[in-house]
């Protein structure tokens, strides 16, 4: 089956410092990527649509110079947090299919912390 | 766009019961319904979707029945058991035949009692 990973897991930063997240599709190629936030008891909130060879698209209200998206390849997509800060701390989960299915896996999530 | 609305917020059950969860769109051209299931710390985990061209689907203890005409559907799980104790997740999107934009709703947490 399809298989997502995330990593890392776990990140605890200092506030102003940059994070990176990756998003792997372990077993398949993705075109496109999904990447959502989700605050603690809240539902996931699209952040923006990854594609593979051109621009992220971002959803309203989210700052695409603070959330860097890269995907370069067809098996990764990284999400950056620049200059982080204490609001930015969630769960961040990316999402992929394989190209011409249409069902999304997702990966395990990635927790930041900023402090 | 889509807006999704999911009730209850939380449930409770116990072992042994059927669980409802329901949830209505705003979208009359959302034609995937997705269900997700998550665990404390984990991403959502897919159980069952339905189509716009079917009007229930079945898988064991889970099943979900769609009214398009009503915009609303709804995940049914029989015989719960502890470990089907998560937060449950809707979702709608016009699935195109390529990867999908999904809106979800607010989620359900279930608690399974022994």
């Known amino acids: 089956g399809a298989v997502v990973s995330q990593h890392p897991s776990r990140v605890i930063c200092k506030s102003g410092t940059s994070v990176k997240i990756e998003c792997r599709s372990l077993?398949?190629?993705?075109?496109?990527m999904f990447w959502y936030r989700q605050f603690p008891k809240q539902s996931l909130m699209l952040m923006a649509t990854?594609?593979?060879?051109?621009?992220?698209?971002?959803e309203q209200g989210v700052e695409k110079d603070k959330f860097l998206i890269n995907h370069a390849s067809l098996t990764l997509s990284t999400l950056t947090v620049t200059s982080a800060h204490p609001e930015d701390s969630s769960f961040y989960i990316c999402?992929?299919?394989?190209?011409?299915?249409?069902?999304?896996?997702f990966g395990a999530g990635s927790r930041l912390t900023v402090l | 766009g889509e807006n999704v609305e999911q009730h209850p917020s939380t449930l409770s059950v116990q072992e042994g019961d059927s669980a409802v969860i329901k949830c209505t769109y705003s979208?009359?051209?959302?034609?995937?319904f997705p269900w997700y299931k998550q665990e404390l710390g984990k991403g959502p985990q897919l159980i069952i979707d339905i189509r716009s061209n079917v009007g229930e689907k079945k898988d064991q203890r889970i099943a979900v029945t769609l009214n398009k005409t009503a915009k609303h559907f709804s995940l049914h799980i029989t015989e719960t058991q502890p470990e089907d104790s998560a937060v449950y997740f809707c979702a709608a999107a016009r699935n195109t035949g390529t990867a999908s934009k999904l809106t979800f709703g607010t989620g359900t947490r279930l608690q399974v009692t022994l």
């Open positions: 999402s992929a299919s394989r190209a011409g299915a249409n069902v999304l896996t």
């Open positions: 990854s594609n593979e060879g051109s621009k992220a698209t971002y």
């Open positions: 979208d009359s051209a959302s034609n995937y």
């Open positions: 077993d398949f190629q993705a075109t496109t």
